[in-house]
C-alpha cells in the first residue's frame, strides 16, 4: 500500500504539538494546517457530508452500500448500525514534533536501530517488544531529533486509507460509516468539541492503538493535578527571616511523593500511578503537574489525598507560603461505558479473525479518545495502528501492521453491515 506509506510520511512532517496551556482549541493553529488536508484529501477521495468545524474537528461520511427494503435510512428503518471512525491530528507536546524528519527502513534486519542525527539515541530490540520479531518489514522512525508523530497520524493515514478503499468498491458490503479527525486528544480536550448528535454513530472506534491485533477495552481513569507553592521573593543578600523560596518547598512536596511504589517507573499491569511531569517557576511562585491515574476511578480521591495530606504538612513547616492544589478530570475508563454495547467488541474479534489474527484484549495504562467518547455515550474501543515508543524521540511504526489495521477497518465494516 504505497498510498498508505506516501500519506503517513506526508501527514508527520505537518508539525502539530498540542499546547496544554493554551486556552483555544485546537491549542495550536498548526493542527488547522493538517485537519484543512484531510478535509480536502476527503473531498478528493469522493466522500459524502465532508465538514470542518470552527474547531478544527473534520467529519465525513462514508455511504451505505446494503441495500434496504423500502428505501429506508437508519437503524431504526432496517440499516446496519452506523460506525464512526476516530484519529486525532495533534502530537504530544512531551517531544518536540517540528521538522520531522522521517526514515524509512526497508526489509529491516531485526537489530538495535541507531539514529541517524543522534547517534546516542538508538531503539534498541531488548527495550521494543516486538521489534526483533518484525525481521524483513518496513520500520518507519525518526532521525532522533523529533517525534516521529505515529502517535497518532498512523491512526490518520490509515482511517483515510480504508475510506478511499471502501469508497472505490461499491461491492463491499456496509451500512453507513462517519469519518471524525479530531484536533488536541494529547491534552486530554480531544472530543470536547465532537457533538455526537449531529456525527450520528451507534459505536465507535479510535484508531490510536499499538502493536498488531491488540483492542483495547480498558483504560486508565484520570485527573490532572496543579500544585502552586506561592512564596515570597527577596534579595538573597537580605533572605533571611524574609525570603520564602517557593522552589524548594516545591522540590520538597515532589521527593515526598511516593515514588517506591506509586510512580510509572514501580508500577505496571493495573496498578495506578502519581506522576509529576512537569515543573516549572521561581522563588516567588512555582508549580508542577501531576498526573494522577488509577483503573479503579474512586482510588483517584485516594492519590488527591496523598497530596493534599503532602501539603498540609509543608503548610505546618512554612506558614508564609501558600500551597494550592487543583485537581481537573480528564477522562474516565472505558470498561464500563463497552458493557452498554459488547458487540463493540466482538465484532471487533470478528474482523481480527477474518484476517486470520487472534486478537489480544489490551489494558491502557493511558487513555484516548475512546475514554472520552465511552463516558459521553459513544462506546468506543480503541484498535492497533502499529505505532511503538510514542512521546519519544525513540517512536517508530511498522508499515505492514499499518497495512492490516487497514484491512481489519475494511473487514470490521463488513462485519456491522451483516
Known sequence: ?????????????????????????????????????????????????????????????????????????GAAKGEPPTIALFAHVDTSPEFTAKNVNPQVIRNYDGKDIVLPNFKERVIRTAESPGLAELKGKTIITTDGTTLLGADDKSGVAVVMTAAEMLLKDPSIPHGRIRVCFTCDEEIGHGVDHVDLKQLGADVGY?????????????????????????????????GKGRMVNAIRILSDFI????????????????DGFMHPYKIEGGVPEASARILLRDFVTANLRK???????????????????????????QYRNMADGLKKEPRAITKAVEAFRALGIEPKMNIVRGGTDGSRLTEKGLPTPNLATGMHNFHSPLEWA?????????????????????
Not at 506558614?319 to 478530570?329: D, G, M
Open 206 to 238: 479510535t484508531l490510536d492503538g499499538e502493536a498488531q491485533g491488540i483492542i483495547d477495552a480498558e483504560t486508565f481513569s484520570a485527573d490532572l493535578a496543579v500544585v502552586t507553592v506561592t512564596g515570597i521573593n527577596t534579595h538573597p543578600s537580605e
Open 398 to 418: 511498522c508499515l505492514e501492521e499499518m497495512e492490516t489495521a487497514v484491512k481489519m477497518l475494511i473487514e470490521l465494516a463488513k462485519a456491522w453491515g451483516k
Open 303 to 329: 492519590e488527591e489525598a496523598i497530596l493534599e495530606n503532602i501539603a498540609q504538612a509543608l503548610r505546618a513547616e512554612h506558614p508564609r507560603a501558600k500551597i494550592e492544589i487543583k485537581v481537573t478530570e
Open 1 to 73: 500500500m504505497s498510498t498508505l506509506l506516501d500519506r503517513f510520511l506526508r501527514y508527520v512532517k505537518i508539525e502539530t504539538t498540542a499546547d496544554e496551556r493554551s486556552t483555544t482549541y485546537p491549542s495550536t493553529a498548526s493542527q488547522l494546517e493538517l485537519s484543512k488536508l484531510l478535509r480536502d484529501e476527503l473531498k478528493a477521495i469522493g466522500a459524502a457530508d465532508v465538514h470542518m468545524s470552527d474547531k478544527g474537528i473534520v467529519t465525513a461520511t462514508i455511504p451505505s452500500t446494503i441495500k434496504v427494503a423500502g428505501g429506508g435510512a
Open 255 to 270: 521527593s515526598r511523593l511516593p515514588w517506591q511504589w506509586m510512580s510509572p517507573e514501580t508500577t505496571d499491569g493495573r
